[in-house]
């Protein structure tokens, strides 16, 4: 990732400075501008700045972090700049804000500012081959398979009562291969969510063999909670 990003063209932003001396500070990284331009691109920054804060950019989505991400900017004339900017939005819906998504595409907007008529409209965007992390995405369907904001599930009640009846950790493993076979691979209402996307044909199978190791060792991890101490 960080050589993809080191060859970009790419400037970098100080909000401080941007809102105090309403110039440019950002420093243009392996791209070459003639002065004239570097003039022009220097005066564009506050008023694309003005134009976000006035709700003027064409995504609202975009937030104040993402500002310091466009990259390629393009002189148009001396009154028009083209830049672009890239997302990473979670492919199946998960939060990954701050943190590096387990399935997206590069998804490239290309804008374009006017600075007389006050605008900034999206050209186009653009979407790449989407990269999974197989791993980490089992970790999130964990994660909201057992993370609950109000009570405890049905079936989250059902394992630990059940798991409190093993007496060893050897059934206590097969308890959870039996509720991994009932809640994933018999129960298919957990895939609705990645049903309908287009995905590479081995996704399931991945997705359940990285779940697999995830889940097992969790319900153990219950049942060794609820018979801690029991020998003694």
């Given amino acids: 990732m960080g050589n993809r990003i080191e060859k970009k063209s790419s400037y970098l932003l100080s909000t401080f400075t941007l809102f ?48 310091q991400k466009l990259y390629d900017f393009e002189v148009l004339s001396d009154n028009k700049i083209r830049f672009k900017l890239d997302r990473h939005p979670h492919a199946f819906g998960f939060s990954s804000l701050g943190t590096p998504s387990s399935a997206y595409h590069t998804i490239t907007y290309l804008y374009e500012l006017d600075t007389e008529k006050n605008t900034i409209i999206k050209i186009y965007s653009e979407a790449g081959e989407l990269l999974i992390k197989y791993e980490w ?20 009640m059902e394992w630990e009562e059940d798991l409190q009846k093993i007496d060893s950790e050897e059934k206590a493993k097969q ?46 991890e219950i049942w060794e909670k609820n018979n801690t101490g029991d020998e003694n």
Avoid: C
């Fill in 20 to 67: 105090q001396e309403q110039t440019s500070p950002f420093v243009a990284r392996n791209m070459e501008y003639s002065k004239e331009e570097k003039n022009i691109i220097d005066k564009a920054f506050p008023k694309i700045y003005e134009l976000f804060r006035r709700g003027g950019f064409p995504d609202q989505s975009v937030k104040e972090r993402h500002l």
């Fill in 137 to 156: 995405l089992a970790d999130e369907e964990l994660l909201d398979l057992f993370n609950y904001d109000f009570d405890e599930p049905e079936y989250i």
């Fill in 175 to 220: 308890y959870a291969i039996t509720k991994f076979v009932e809640t994933y691979e018999q129960d298919t209402y957990w895939f609705i969510k990645y049903d309908s996307k287009d995905l590479p044909e081995d996704f399931k199978s991945r997705l359940l063999e990285e779940l697999k190791k995830l889940f097992i060792p969790k319900l153990v």
